[in-house]
């Protein structure tokens, strides 16, 4: 599923909310019928808990804490340390490097996802992991499919009812510094971590409206959404075709959908975890280009087929 912050801002029209909130509660029935007992996400970061000091392709969570940006859950996750610690060691196992942290911070990539599906982030146990997606340079898109596989294995041998997510926008190239395009005021927070003032997190959402109002009005100079892209994407995904992705690069990927497009690797991840065990079916489908999140916005429900 997707994620954006601008779900919890004023801004997008009561029309999109509606259409979005009409797919996210068809997922949320899904979970509660398959009533997981566990949850395993594969999230990204918004320069809220990793930052360029140090800045791991990948990273397991034996213990996290939302930091509450954007108006979500602030506070410890129910994370299960000796689960997590084993999904590490399995990677590891599969020649899949992963970063390890034991008070991993996350932000509404995560914790978004988690409150919608069951209300409280800290309502079930989870195994956050971390995919960057932003901070350029990137690892190979094929990576993150290894990492997806080395996970999928590993939680078919637990005989849990594992509940797996990918969280991340499509197409959308919203305006994110990295270290190559930052301005000299914004080094100090994607490099070192500087916390952000409450000033500047008000300042920060009043921009992140503004750029979205003037995208959906056509008046922006961000790249623009590409459904095309979005669509050949999921129909890769729906047709149990994940490894297809190996072959993308991600200048590629960047040209094409925009350079948060890169989130997708966290869909690539989940939908590599789910095809360990024998093909798969989707069930819910929902995408919708929506400027006003500035993205291309999506919702997919899967389950393994005998």
């Known amino acids: 599923m997707s994620h954006s912050p601008l779900l919890n801002l004023p ?30 996400i594969f999230s990204p970061d918004h320069y809220n808990g990793f930052f360029y000091r140090l800045m791991p392709p990948f990273c397991i969570g034996t213990g996290a804490t939302g930091v509450g940006d954007y108006g979500t859950h602030a506070g410890p996750l129910n994370v299960p340390s000796d689960l997590a610690t084993a999904c590490a060691e399995a990677a590891w196992a599969a020649d899949v490097d992963v970063a390890l942290s034991s008070s991993m911070e996350v ?27 932003v901070a350029t340079p990137l690892a190979p898109i094929k990576r993150a499919r290894a990492l997806g596989a080395a996970v ?15 969280s991340g926008g499509l197409s959308h190239d919203p305006p994110v510094p990295t270290l ?33 109002r003037d995208f959906a009005h056509g008046d922006s100079p961000l790249q623009p959404l590409n459904p095309d ?40 991840a989940a939908f590599a975890a789910l095809a360990t065990q024998g093909r798969y079916e989707t069930g819910a489908r929902f995408y919708r280009a929506a400027p006003e999140l500035i993205a291309g916005f999506a919702v997919r429900t899967a389950v393994t087929v005998a």
């Open 11 to 40: 801004g997008p029209s009561s029309e999109l909310l509606g259409d979005v909130d009409t797919a996210l509660a068809a997922a949320r029935e899904f979970v509660r019928e398959f009533a997981p007992d566990l949850v395993v």
């Open 107 to 133: 932000d509404h990539g995560t914790v978004q996802p988690l409150e919608t599906l069951f209300g409280a982030a800290d309502a079930v146990p989870v195994i956050p992991i971390f995919i960057n997606s």
């Open 229 to 268: 892209w979005d669509n050949a994407l999921l129909e890769l995904l729906d047709t149990n075709r994940v490894a297809d992705v190996d072959a993308w690069t991600n200048a590629w990927i960047a040209a094409q959908a925009g350079n948060s497009a890169h989130e997708v690797r966290t869909w690539v």
């Open 152 to 166: 999928g294995d590993f939680l078919a041998g637990l005989g849990r009812r594992v509940l797996i997510v990918g």
């Open 180 to 212: 190559a395009t930052a301005p000299p005021a914004a080094l100090g927070r994607i490099v070192h971590g500087e916390p952000m003032t409450a000033e500047q997190r008000t300042a920060r959402q009043t921009a992140v409206m503004a750029a979205a």
